[in-house]
């Protein structure tokens, strides 16, 4: 079993940055493991937003965020974390950080269902 915790989220003005923070506990991941990250705002649907292979070799990233987000990994602190920058009003939402204790291969990282673990989430606030 996997517990997940995500931290970091808050209020920012368009243009700033945030960064957030997901420690997982319970079950350590092999290097084939996979973390990430979802968003979903209200009244819309749950939106891939980054992932990164355990090893940290492989990362993935919506065309939303690319460019602007970086997803990063410190396995000593089992703790994945997503750097958001030049944040946009679009960019808020509730974040919630996923696991998968296995490979997610690559036709499925955008796929929620490929998870089994997801965290309660953290607000994110975009407004001036």
């Known amino acids: 079993q996997v517990q997940l915790a995500e931290s970091g989220g808050g209020l920012v003005q368009p243009g700033g940055s945030l960064r957030l923070s997901c420690a997982a506990s319970?079950?350590?991941?092999?290097?084939?493991?996979?973390m990430g990250w979802f968003r979903q705002a209200p009244g819309k649907e749950r939106e891939f937003v980054a992932v990164?292979?355990?090893?940290?070799?492989?990362?993935n990233y919506s065309d939303a965020v690319k460019g602007r987000f970086a997803i990063s990994r410190d396995s000593a602190k089992n703790t994945v974390y997503l750097q958001m920058n030049r944040l946009k009003p679009e960019d808020a939402a509730i974040y919630y950080c996923?696991?998968?204790?296995?490979?997610?291969?690559?036709?499925?990282?955008?796929?929620?269902?490929?998870?089994?673990?997801w965290g309660r989430g953290t607000q994110v606030t975009v407004s001036s």
């Open positions: 996923v696991a998968a204790t296995e490979r997610v291969i690559l036709s499925r990282v955008r796929d929620g269902e490929a998870y089994g673990y």
């Open positions: 319970g079950r350590t991941f092999n290097n084939g493991g996979t």
């Open positions: 990164i292979r355990w090893s940290g070799t492989s990362t």
